[in-house]
């Protein structure tokens, strides 16, 4: 059973059903996914012509969610949760579609008839990323998908970061692999300012805090268990003394250099800018460059990762091993974006 109605309270004058009074959770067999949590709001979109729920359900069903000619209950379900949760984070919104029942085990609801799907694959760089294909949301990488043959566009973004994208075509039952790269934007310095000796320096346009991160050699790279294929070998790397943006660059500081804001996500003038791309940051860096002192560009891979790894340390994320400490990710963000300098690392 699918169910795409408002959960809240009908009495409190929003619109939909509030179905939790109507439906016997305990009825044998039966299998329901809601468009919502309980005591929650389901959303409609003019733009997408159906609730939000039920254009990601049709879509499942025509065969978005087929797999080697069979939809499921299960992979409409997977389906259907993935693209709701990801209209909602786009829209500053919260949708989380619940599953309900006693039945145990799939259902098999149709098979498909029509050429046999592709499959590809998506590998980047880096962890928590976010993977749009055409514009639709799929997950973080690594991601196996099975798509129809045909032309895709595929984008994989996360905070902090310039967008990668690049264009794939699929043929029938073809097999692809993409492994995209992302590159921080936080910004640094290629000179030192003329008061290096002090630890912090403000950039006199935006106000953006930098910080002076000492020279040294460290170990790049990793051979562990979750490490890339392009990460490999471990090799030891020298890097100049160098300045190092001390947060993110935010969203008002893009706004006072470029005249507009280009972040997917609108929050206000303390949260990062995100979803530009690589393009849009060495614009953002030419005007900031004209009007400052000069000298600002993104730092290279072995700057970050030094950088990253509080000297080359040998640590599983940024300032230690403690996630939670240095980063919003599925598990601690609620599902939106943070204002800068929130974590203690």
Partial sequence: ?????????????????????????????????????????????????????SHYLIEALQGAAARQGLITF??????????????????????????????????????????????????????????????????????????????????????????????????????????????????????PPRDVEKEEWREPVTGMEFMWVPGGCFQMGSNGWNSNENEEPVHEVRVDGFWLGKFEVTQGQWKAVMGNNSSNFKNGDNYPAVGVSWNDVQGFIGKLDARGQGGIRLPTEAEWEYACRSGGKQQDYCAGNDVDQSAWYGENSGDKIHRVGEKPA
Avoid at 89 to 97: K, N
Avoid at 106 to 117: A, I, R, V, W, Y
Avoid at 155 to 166: A, I, L, M, T, Y
């Fill in 1 to 53: 059973m699918f169910i795409d109605a408002c959960r809240n309270d009908p009495g409190s004058g929003t619109k939909g059903a509030g179905l939790n009074s109507f439906v016997d959770y305990d009825a044998e067999g039966l299998r329901i996914l809601f468009s919502t949590k309980a005591g929650k709001v389901s959303y409609e979109n003019s733009a997408l012509g159906h609730g939000v729920f």
């Fill in 74 to 191: 299960r992979q409409v379900a997977d389906h259907v949760r993935k693209k709701v949760r990801a209209w909602g984070y786009s829209q500053g919104q919260v949708q989380v579609p619940y599953e309900a029942g006693d039945a145990s085990g799939d259902f098999l609801l149709m098979q498909t008839s029509g050429p046999e799907n592709a499959r590809l694959t998506i590998r980047s760089n880096v962890s928590g990323d976010s993977v749009y294909v055409n514009g639709d949301y799929k997950g973080s990488t690594r991601l196996d998908l099975e798509l129809p043959p045909g032309n895709y566009r595929v984008r994989v973004s996360k905070p902090g970061h310039g967008d990668w994208e690049q264009p794939i075509t699929l043929e029938e039952g073809a097999e692809g692999v993409l492994r995209a790269r992302l590159v921080p934007s936080v910004i640094s310095t290629v000179t």
